[in-house]
């Protein structure tokens, strides 16, 4: 059925580079895409979103870029921090806006 | 951006007893909510919608009966666990839509942790 899902569960970086985080999705009708991070214990916080009329969206040190034509998202994180270690989701809506989660992946940064 | 309360954060029951767990969003007003289970270092499953003076609307394969929504006001909405069993035993994350002007994000508790013994 549709869904949407991470290319890599583990995501290791030093601290100051720049981490990749990726996803795609199938459901051709969804238009509104979110990236969530979500530290241990605690609840999906808001990072991005990114409506399907754009193909890239610019936030403080974080980029979403969004493909619609191979159905890819993805979250860049510049200068990566320790404080940025977490488990980050993509979710995708449609006309509901209701966040369908992907599977995640774990960003590690290593100081 | 908008702040959802979660109580409790912890919460440990014995098996057949009942758990209740609130959401709250504390600056602005959602008719929409969701509630969320995540098993550990898997993704969040959606539960059901909690709307506001109707009955919530429940994904496929959640018992209604089991996981009981109330949505009384504009800033509160509670999930009741009945006769909780260890399977139940979970994360529950709780989201709110803030629509104010338009808007269309959605923000979440910071999630309770269930374990039935």
């Known amino acids: 059925g549709e869904s949407v899902g991470l290319h890599l569960p583990t995501l290791s970086v030093q601290e100051g580079d720049n981490s990749i985080i990726n996803c795609a999705y199938s459901?051709?009708?969804?238009?509104?895409f979110i990236w969530y991070k979500q530290e241990s214990g605690k609840g999906p916080q808001f990072i991005i979103d990114?409506?399907?009329?754009?193909d890239k969206r610019q936030g403080q040190r974080v980029t979403v870029l969004l493909n619609k034509t191979v159905k890819h998202l993805s979250l860049q994180i510049a200068a990566t921090q320790p404080g940025d270690s977490a488990v980050y989701f993509c979710?995708?809506?449609?006309?509901?806006?209701?966040?369908?989660f992907g599977r995640g992946t774990s960003l590690i940064v290593h100081p | 951006g908008a702040v959802v309360s979660q109580h409790p954060s912890r919460v440990i029951c014995k098996s057949g007893t009942s758990v209740k767990i609130e959401c709250r969003s504390l600056?602005?007003?959602?008719?929409?909510m969701f509630w969320y289970r995540q098993f550990p270092k898997k993704s969040l499953m959606l539960m059901a919608t909690?709307?506001?003076?109707?009955?919530?609307?429940?994904e496929q394969g959640v018992e209604k009966d089991k996981f009981l929504i109330n949505h009384a006001s504009l800033t509160l909405s509670t999930l009741t666990v009945t006769s909780a069993h260890p399977e139940d035993s979970s994360f529950y994350i709780c989201?709110?839509?803030?629509?104010?002007?338009?808007?269309?994000?959605?923000?979440f508790g910071q999630g309770t942790r269930l374990t039935v013994v």
């Open positions: 989201s709110a839509r803030d629509e104010t002007g338009g808007r269309t994000e959605a923000f």
């Open positions: 459901n051709s009708a969804s238009d509104y």
């Open positions: 990114i409506r399907s009329n754009m």
């Open positions: 979710a995708e809506s449609g006309g509901s806006y209701i966040p369908t």
């Open positions: 600056d602005f007003q959602a008719t929409t």
């Open positions: 909690s709307n506001e003076g109707s009955k919530a609307t429940y």
